[in-house]
């Protein structure tokens, strides 16, 4: 017979970590957003990269960081539904 079901302790360890990864890579996004505007930088290849920064990747830094929450919660909601379906 298969087994079904999962380990809360576990699993809320990797909610957590999910969660604590997602603030960490918001506060990288954040310090080298703001390490990038407070350099004095001029010129073509400066427009280009703040535009890559802009547009691209502090746009995928924050996507993956909400990615991670996102998936945080879902583990989330699976422990509550495994310790409700475990107590009644």
């Not at 920064?53 to 539904?81: M, P, S």
């Amino acid at each position: 017979m298969a087994k079904l079901g999962l380990d809360p302790e576990a699993l809320t360890a990797l909610q957590r970590q999910l969660r604590s990864d997602a603030d960490a890579i918001t506060s990288l996004a954040a310090k080298l957003d703001s390490l990038l505007r407070s350099a004095w930088w001029e010129g073509p290849d400066a427009t280009k990269f703040r535009g890559e920064w802009d547009g691209t990747h502090k746009a995928q830094l924050t996507r993956i960081a909400a990615e991670l929450d996102g998936a945080a919660q879902q583990v989330a909601a699976n422990v509550t539904q495994q310790n409700q379906a475990s107590s009644g």
